[in-house]
């Protein structure tokens, strides 16, 4: 699951909204909608996210935070390391093989390291 796709579920449930009403409003099929919010989708436009704004009456920070989200929530995240450093691509394919093992704290560490939330 991305981190768009569990605020999308969070807030949908939260309102007590089905599915297939939310897809049908946001002119989607439910289908669509449900792989977005597994993860099994890429990361959603501008314009589905403002929808989704819409949708919930989101406006600024709030809206904000979603974009946000979603410009993070690729399911299949490339890391370009041509030009970088050995140690650098080392340190992407490390993280890119491992990620599943990491335990919920070291995932925290490292956010935290970097940043930005």
Partial sequence: MTPF??????????????????A??????????????HGQRGQ?????VRKVCTFFNIIWDDAEELQRLAEISHPRAVVD???LDPKR??????????IGKL???QVERMLKEFGDR
Avoid: W
């Fill in 5 to 22: 796709g569990a605020r999308l579920r969070a807030m949908r449930a939260a309102r007590g909204v089905k599915l297939k009403d939310m």
């Fill in 24 to 37: 049908a409003a946001l002119d989607v099929t439910p289908a669509y909608l449900s792989a977005l919010e």
């Fill in 44 to 48: 959603p436009s501008r314009y589905f």
């Fill in 81 to 83: 390391t041509s030009g």
């Fill in 89 to 98: 691509t080392e340190l992407a394919n490390r993280i890119a093989r491992d």
């Fill in 103 to 105: 335990t919920d704290e």
